[in-house]
């Protein structure tokens, strides 16, 4: 009987990072072929994912260009991703998140007729310009998705709510956890040399990155007052920011803090640093939520820069709270975590609520129930 094939389309670092261990689990099934297409909508940064994780590309897309609008990133891969399915022929078509090439991948999909899976199913704000594109993207992708990896039972009810079929849904945790436990096995990984050549062994770490476009401007130089504020008055912190690519975010970054003493600024860390950076800080601040999810994986409390965010069960596990970009409110609750140890044990044990590292290995049982080559769907996790 010839294989199912399943074609894995992603195209940002985070993408592939969640993408990579379903790829190998896939691999690792003798009734799956996995075919494995970047759009590279963010080259360089995929590209460390792909060599980090062993990843190689069966069809390399290239859509990256200068100054790409979202108009630019949707025409291309569009265009670019149809022969592609009409040569493979895929019996499924996988995408992760609420990328604009997951949007466009799945689009095209259905334009073949070709049945969807949406890894990290369900997430919302409810708010469709925050995070932008983002939740519209997920928002488009449910509509066209047959079967809906779902990380939390939150995510579960938001899709019912959509109007999705129950037995559509199925609850695997998030594969972030899956390539987190992969990379805390590897050996020796060496932090930056600017790190270790200027920082403070003695000084608690705080660990930033901040990317997202509802950010730029005003939110990112309130952002950056803040972190001048709480390096002021605490004496003993040291700032760990890694430094997105966008200039929009760089000119803000560099103009208020290049120049001030106990904050170092990183070109961006590759993922396995990130974890290692994050794994040796105090706390973190970001506006990212991949880190929403990871830092709790690690003990690590998160104060998310964020007005709202598509993952509450962190808000309501503990492990993070929503501080937004105001500068007062950033500084209150960062000052909290240094000054209160109980606010902060509180923090750094809530329950992490995203998943137990299993959730590769569900969703590929459950293309071999989808397929009709397994009798039983795997357990749900239980989160």
């Known amino acids: 009987m010839s294989k199912i094939k399943v074609m894995c389309v992603f ?89 604009s090439t997951a949007f466009v991948a799945a689009l095209a999909a259905f334009y073949h007729k070709i049945p969807v899976g949406h890894i990290e199913a369900g997430l919302r704000t409810d708010n469709k ?55 805390l096995k590897y050996p020796d990984i060496e932090l930056p040399e600017k790190l270790i050549k200027n920082g403070n062994p003695r000084c608690r770490k705080i660990f930033v990155e901040t990317h997202r476009r509802e950010n730029l401007g005003r939110p990112m130089e309130n952002i950056c007052e803040a972190i001048k504020r709480l390096v002021r008055d605490f004496d003993d912190i040291e700032i760990v920011f890694s430094v997105h690519k966008n200039p929009l975010v760089r000119d803000v970054v560099f103009k208020h803090l290049e120049s001030m003493e106990r904050v170092i600024l990183l070109e961006p860390v590759d993922y396995p640093v990130m974890i290692k950076l994050m794994k040796e800080s105090f706390f973190v601040l970001t506006d990212s939520g991949g880190l929403q999810e990871e830092a709790p994986s690690l003990g690590k409390p998160v104060l998310v820069l964020r007005e709202n965010t598509e993952r509450p069960e962190g808000i309501r596990a503990g492990t993070a ?63």
């Open 11 to 99: 195209g940002t670092r985070p993408e592939g990072i969640k993408m990579a261990p379903v790829v190998k689990e896939l691999a690792s099934r003798p009734e799956i072929e996995p075919i494995v297409v970047i759009t590279a909508q963010h080259r360089e940064m995929l590209d460390q994912v792909m060599t980090l994780f062993g990843l190689s590309a069966d069809v390399d897309l290239d859509v990256m260009q200068s100054k790409q609008t979202l108009t630019d990133i949707t025409v291309r891969v569009l265009g670019k991703i149809e022969p592609v399915l009409q040569e493979h022929k895929p019996d499924i078509l996988l995408v992760q998140g609420d990328t």
């Open 129 to 183: 310009y925050n995070p932008f594109p983002e939740e519209m993207n997920r928002r488009l992708v449910t509509s066209i998705a047959d079967l809906h990896f779902a990380p939390t039972r939150e995510s579960c009810d938001n899709l019912i709510a959509c109007g999705v079929q129950r037995e559509q849904i199925h609850l695997t945790g998030n594969t972030v956890v899956d390539a987190l436990q992969l990379i």
């Open 321 to 383: 709270k929503l501080v937004g970009t105001d500068i007062d409110k950033i500084y209150s609750e960062s000052s909290l975590l240094l000054k209160d140890s109980a606010e902060y044990e509180r923090m750094s044990k809530a329950m992490n609520p995203y998943g137990d590292g299993e959730a590769s290995k569900r969703i590929a049982d459950l293309i071999l129930y989808f397929k009709g080559l397994a009798k039983n769907m795997p357990l749900p996790f239980e989160g």
